[in-house]
């Protein structure tokens, strides 16, 4: 496999897409994901063609440690990365975590600015200097592939920062990144920074500088480009631009302003623009973050053009308008693919060709599902099958399984819900009174499954295609002493997709405890 420095070596002007989706987006509020998720994004993110997939905290939790070790044994392209601090148990677990992988990084860092050194790490410059020089020399043992962090850089006086980078290439690492920490640099100045180091570091040309910017004051992007454009070549971003507070550089932006302004940016990448759309919808669906609709790139409206003289320009030639076509995104119209007559076989074979292998069983509730919806909704799409059948994958194997709801519901109370679910697998029904049918709903899944602690902090509908019988995708989100779960339902029916979300995360929070005490239960029994 070649390494990202090989990669820059070969083309000076390639520049690494190191996605950070997976840790500083997950580590966002509101965007954590369990293993399967993750194992699901690390594949599209390798399909997208980054370069390197930073996949976890391994000293974090058992649960980051044991997804950044099955992202490793699973990626097959890209280098596989573990973040730690520059503490010798973090470097153990970010080391022993990627050991699987074909291509592996540690990405260890520490704060260089005044602030954080004072107040945050207690220490005085002499000793981050040294903590520089022994957490790279004891990554270097896991991996000849080590990058060092400066964390707020940005904040860092220039003398110290060209220090503490100096010795970090001196004591082996290959990739060092300027992270802008809280979003405070402007792009003029972030470029100088970068270009700053190419001057005073003598070292240099040993290591790729890197960008790590924060989007506090909306200028990620233009920071990172701006980097770019002084020297550094590797890129460190993530799919919708997911991240600590206002999030990070937005992967999708900077591929495409590569791409689309290729004579003022004349860089190249490895990224397959057509698979943006899918991998940031399906990051969406999981996470239950949607982008805003006039979001770059992958927003709703992103190539919807509303106004009559845009239209018009637009159906004489698409080049008035259109700096980038909806296909380089792989965004194409939903393709109309089956309706009401499809039997199973046309519909096994279209699975097929969509890459879905569903059991038997899953298969079977599938099949009902699809035949039901096209009893309601006259032309089913392809968006239509994938929000069914994921609906169908993720509920396989659950404690808790839908079975049917009967709704009352306007203007005259009391509004009722009538809930059958299966719990592990023996039927319970129930019929509760709430303030709404969702409020119902949701009373109806606590009184077979009591809850208390759980807060629901996220509840959002929105549709799968066009038209009033489109389905409705619902995403909740459940948090418990700290713990977040995010569920997805779809369905034809708006209160349907919303009691299949609901039981999903109910589902995840449930798993969640039982490994959380179980891991109690381990550390209580280890003397
Ligand atoms: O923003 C930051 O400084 C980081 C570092 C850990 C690279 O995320
Ligand atoms: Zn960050």
New binding site residues.
């Given amino acids: 496999m070649t390494s990202a420095f090989e990669k820059v070596q070969k083309d000076p002007n390639r520049v690494i897409i190191f996605d950070t989706t997976l840790r ?1 987006g997950e580590q966002s509020p509101g965007c954590s994901m369990n293993l399967e998720e993750k194992l699901k994004m690390a594949q599209l993110l390798d399909e997208l063609g980054v370069d390197v997939i930073e996949a976890g905290f391994p000293i974090a939790s058992p649960g980051d440690y044991e997804s950044v070790h099955e992202i490793a044994k699973m990626v097959k392209n890209a280098t596989v990365c573990g ?1 730690s601090r520059a503490k010798q148990a973090d470097i153990e677990a970010a080391g022993t975590a990627i050991a699987p992988a074909a291509s592996k990084r540690i ?1 260890t ?1 520490i704060s260089t600015s005044p602030l954080h050194m004072k107040h945050k790490l207690k220490m005085g410059p002499n000793s981050v200097i040294e903590a520089v020089h022994e957490s790279v020399t004891l990554a270097r043992n896991y991996t000849d592939d080590v990058e060092w ?1 400066a ?2 850089a940005s904040r860092t006086e220039d003398d110290f920062l060209c220090q503490c980078v100096e010795t970090a290439i001196n004591a082996g690492a290959t990739v060092i ?1 300027i ?1 802008d ?1 809280v979003g405070y640099a402007i792009p003029d100045e972030y470029g100088r920074r970068i270009a700053m180091l190419f001057e005073r570091v003598p070292n240099i040309d040993k290591a790729i500088i890197s960008t ?1 910017c ?1 989007n506090d004051l909306g200028l990620a992007v233009a920071n990172s480009i701006a980097g770019v454009q002084n020297g550094a070549r590797q890129v460190e971003c993530t799919i919708n631009g997911i991240g ?1 507070r206002a999030g990070n550089a937005a992967l999708e932006e900077i591929v495409m302003a590569i791409r689309t302004r290729n004579d003022m940016l004349p860089y190249t990448n490895g990224i397959d623009t057509t698979k943006i759309t899918k991998t940031s919808k399906t990051l969406s669906t999981i996470t239950g973050f949607g982008v805003q609709p006039n979001k770059a790139i992958v927003g709703a409206n992103a190539f919807a053009h509303a106004s009559g003289i845009h239209q018009d320009g637009m159906l004489k030639n698409t080049q008035t308008y259109e700096i980038m076509t909806p296909e380089s995104v792989g965004l194409a119209e939903s393709k109309l693919v089956m309706a009401k007559h499809s039997g199973r076989a046309a519909f096994k074979s279209k699975l097929t060709e969509m890459g879905y292998e569903l059991g038997e069983n899953a298969f079977q509730d599938a099949f009902t599902r699809f035949k039901k919806l096209a009893d309601k909704k006259k032309e089913i799409f392809e968006d239509d099958l994938i929000a069914l059948i994921e609906d169908e994958v993720i509920r396989e194997n659950e404690h808790m399984r839908f079975l049917s709801l009967q709704i009352v519901a306007g203007t005259e109370g009391p509004q009722t819900a009538d809930l059958c679910v299966t719990v592990e697998g023996e039927k319970k029904c129930v019929k509760v009174e709430g303030n709404g049918p969702v409020d119902a709903i949701f009373k109806a899944i606590r009184e077979i499954e009591p809850h208390p602690d759980a807060k629901l902090q996220l509840y959002q509908v929105h549709a799968v295609t066009g038209g009033t019988d489109a389905q409705a995708e619902v995403t909740v989100r459940l948090s418990e002493n700290g713990k977040f779960v995010n569920g997805q339902g779809a369905d034809a029916d708006t209160l349907v997709a919303s009691a299949r979300a609901y039981i999903h995360a109910l589902n995840k929070l449930i798993r969640k405890r039982n490994m959380q005490n179980a891991q109690h239960m381990k550390e209580a029994a280890t003397p």
């Fill in positions: 500083d973040l990405h860092f962090s964390e707020d990144n992270p920490t790590h924060h600590e």
